[in-house]
């Protein structure tokens, strides 16, 4: 069967957006011509516009009540809004995508609404959900997917409507390093059976520089910073972009290089032993492992999506229980409190365990950033003074100042995650668990989060995270633990204290 479709033409003509209750303008002024059939990379800093961009050609930015608009954006001649489902959004995050309970019936969702034939619409899953590397039967529960799942399940969702402008935000945030190469494969494949026009954001620039043909990079205010074949555009000759903090490669960003971590650390604050994690009402189970959470020390998690490594950390970070072996805190750590973390109050881990969600969005409590980095120290009943230079310490460092009134909910995905992890560095707990700290960042936010983390180790904090990000364990001198696919035992790499000190990064 043919599976071409009419690709997108895109054109901006002195286009701007700006947010409900914001001063500035997400995006201003873009003059931006797409061809159909053009794949396009879109790069720019953490807030610079970018996802806002692809949400207006996406037609779903909302009406007068969500913002102001001004100059004119149109797809094919005509207003993104008035020709919904010639775009296809992965948005930044997959949550926010899945909308029935089966895993068969969300990727059915889009082609159902679209009038798809039946035999069609499940031919159409089937190819999808095989072209993203989503192995589970038909009838599994999205509620049992992984975060990694889940990015997979909304892009094969969007796969079988065969839009004509194919808009990818991040959607290999959250994925290991096969599964990056699996969505990646996919998307090429697709674009190429369809003739489908692609913009894709990304931070990860070497997984789509060879696929695209152009790459548009947007700056401050969503302003045009540069436009061109990707060699030209990511060779940056007059360092504009780096000073941007855009990534133009995969390597460390250059900075100046930092102290190496201590080899073991202090004392275990978390003692697991044969400890086995699984989410509650879920048959899958990962372990049993026995790992140490040390004073003054860092670890990352990593491994395949579905793993159990999100599972481990809400475990470690007692907020689930375990499915087996024992889980116990340190005396320094609970502080004359029980010794299993899940036994605390809410105030208890305030100041003992900090976590750090992958969706930022399922922390959020208040209606402004500055609000919700006190939430935590207000908990504690601090004095107002204190709380308020705890505050504006944190808005400064994280580059979150500039939006200090503005809504959790409309901060570019970059943006959500810094305030996410302040939000715990706030209440200043004695271990952090962080899952996916460094997702968005653009090369400056990166080299700053993780400045930040390692500083909290330096000072006798632990800190143990949860990532893809290949360039994070060295950063930050840390023991790598892996967890295989299946939820065998997890093994641990041998800790290379000296990676900190071959990694480029300033505090």
């Given at each position: 069967m043919?599976?071409?479709?009419?690709?997108?033409?895109?054109?901006?003509?002195?286009?701007?957006?700006?947010?409900?209750?914001?001063a500035?303008?997400?995006?201003?002024d873009?003059?931006?011509?797409?061809?159909a059939?053009?794949r396009?990379?879109?790069?720019?800093?953490?807030?610079?516009?970018k996802?806002?961009?692809?949400a207006?050609?996406?037609?779903?930015?909302?009406?007068?009540?969500?913002?102001?608009?001004?100059?004119?954006?149109?797809?094919?001649?005509v207003?993104?809004?008035?020709?919904?489902?010639?775009?296809?959004?992965?948005?930044?995050?997959?949550?926010?995508?899945?909308?029935?309970?089966?895993?068969?019936?969300?990727?059915?969702?889009?082609?159902?609404?679209?009038g798809?034939?039946?035999?069609?619409i499940?031919?159409?899953?089937?190819?999808?959900?095989?072209?993203?590397?989503?192995?589970?039967p038909?009838?599994?529960?999205?509620?049992?997917?992984s975060g990694?799942?889940?990015?997979?399940?909304?892009?094969?969702?969007?796969?079988?409507?065969?839009?004509?402008?194919?808009?990818?935000?991040?959607?290999?945030?959250?994925l290991?390093?096969h599964?990056?190469?699996?969505?990646?494969?996919?998307?090429?494949?697709?674009?190429r059976?369809?003739?489908?026009?692609?913009?894709?954001?990304?931070?990860?620039?070497?997984?789509?520089r060879?696929?695209?043909?152009?790459v548009?990079?947007?700056?401050?205010?969503?302003?045009?910073?540069?436009?061109?074949?990707?060699?030209?555009v990511l060779?940056?000759?007059?360092?504009s972009?780096?000073?941007?903090?855009?990534?133009?490669?995969?390597?460390?960003?250059?900075?100046?290089?930092?102290?190496?971590?201590?080899?073991?650390?202090?004392?275990?604050?978390?003692?697991?032993r044969?400890?086995e994690?699984?989410?509650?009402?879920a048959?899958?189970?990962?372990?049993?492992?026995?790992?140490?959470?040390?004073?003054?020390?860092?670890?990352?998690?990593t491994?395949?999506?579905?793993?159990?490594?999100?599972?481990?950390?809400?475990?470690?970070g007692?907020?689930?229980?375990?499915?087996?072996?024992?889980?116990?805190?340190s005396?320094e750590?609970?502080?004359?409190?029980?010794?299993?973390?899940?036994?605390?109050?809410?105030?208890?881990?305030?100041?003992?365990?900090g976590?750090v969600?992958?969706?930022p969005?399922?922390?959020?409590?208040?209606?402004?950033?500055?609000?919700?980095?006190?939430?935590?120290?207000?908990?504690?009943?601090l004095?107002?003074?204190?709380?308020?230079?705890?505050?504006?310490?944190?808005?400064?460092?994280l580059?979150?100042?500039?939006?200090?009134?503005?809504?959790?909910?409309?901060?570019?995905?970059?943006?959500?995650r810094?305030?996410?992890?302040?939000?715990?560095?706030a209440?200043?707990?004695?271990?952090?668990?962080?899952?996916?700290?460094?997702?968005?960042?653009?090369?400056?936010?990166?080299?700053?989060?993780?400045?930040?983390?390692?500083?909290?180790?330096?000072?006798?904090?632990?800190?143990?995270a949860?990532?893809?990000?290949?360039?994070?364990?060295?950063?930050?001198?840390?023991?790598?633990?892996?967890i295989?696919a299946?939820?065998?035992?997890?093994?641990?790499?041998?800790?290379r204290?000296?990676?900190a000190?071959?990694?480029?990064?300033?505090?």
């Open positions: 043919d599976v071409r479709t009419r690709p997108s033409a895109v054109l901006a003509s002195r286009w701007g957006w700006r947010h409900a209750g914001r500035r303008w997400a995006v201003d873009l003059d931006l011509r797409i061809e059939g053009e396009i990379l879109l790069l720019g800093a953490s807030g610079s516009g996802s806002t961009l692809l207006a050609l996406a037609g779903v930015l909302g009406g007068e009540d969500e913002g102001e608009e001004r100059g004119t954006l149109l797809i094919d001649g207003d993104p809004a008035r020709q919904r489902g010639r775009s296809g959004l992965l948005m930044q995050d997959p949550d926010a995508q899945v909308v029935l309970a089966r895993v068969g019936d969300d990727v059915a969702f889009g082609c159902e609404n679209l798809v034939g039946r035999e069609e499940w031919r159409r899953v089937s190819e999808s959900l095989a072209a993203v590397g989503l192995d589970v038909f009838n599994q529960p999205t509620s049992a997917l990694g799942q889940k990015q997979r399940l909304a892009l094969a969702g969007i796969l079988a409507m065969r839009p004509g402008l194919l808009l990818l935000d991040e959607p290999t945030a959250n290991d390093p599964g990056v190469g699996e969505v990646r494969d996919a998307v090429e494949a697709v674009v059976r369809t003739g489908s026009t692609l913009v894709v954001v990304e931070h990860r620039v070497d997984v789509w060879h696929l695209v043909h152009r548009i990079v947007l700056g401050d205010g969503g302003r045009l910073l540069a436009d061109g074949h990707p060699d030209a060779a940056d000759p007059d360092g972009l780096r000073r941007a903090g855009v990534w133009t490669s995969q390597r460390p960003p250059e900075a100046r290089r930092g102290a190496a971590a201590p080899a073991h650390g202090g004392e275990v604050l978390l003692d697991a044969r400890l994690v699984g989410r509650p009402r048959p899958f189970s990962a372990g049993p492992v026995d790992l140490g959470v040390r004073h003054g020390a860092a670890t990352v998690l491994g395949a999506n579905g793993s159990g490594k999100s599972t481990l950390a809400l475990t470690l007692g907020l689930i229980p375990e499915r087996g072996g024992e889980l116990r805190s005396p750590l609970s502080a004359g409190a029980a010794t299993r973390p899940i036994e605390w109050r809410s105030r208890q881990l305030l100041t003992r365990i976590s969600f992958q969706s969005e399922h922390q959020f409590l208040a209606q402004s950033v500055r609000s919700e980095l006190a939430v935590g120290p207000r908990a504690l009943r004095p107002q003074p204190e709380v308020t230079a705890r505050v504006d310490e944190l808005l400064v460092r580059r979150l100042d500039a939006l200090a009134e503005a809504n959790p909910y409309t901060l570019s995905g970059g943006q959500k810094r305030l996410s992890v302040a939000t715990v560095l209440t200043r707990p004695k271990a952090l668990i962080l899952d996916e700290p460094t997702f968005g960042q653009d090369s400056n936010t990166w080299v700053e989060l993780v400045g930040m983390l390692r500083d909290l180790r330096d000072a006798g904090h632990a800190v143990l949860v990532s893809h990000d290949a360039m994070l364990a060295g950063a930050l001198g840390a023991s790598e633990w892996v295989p299946g939820g065998h035992r997890i093994r641990a790499q041998v800790p204290p000296d990676r000190a071959t990694q480029r990064i300033s505090p």
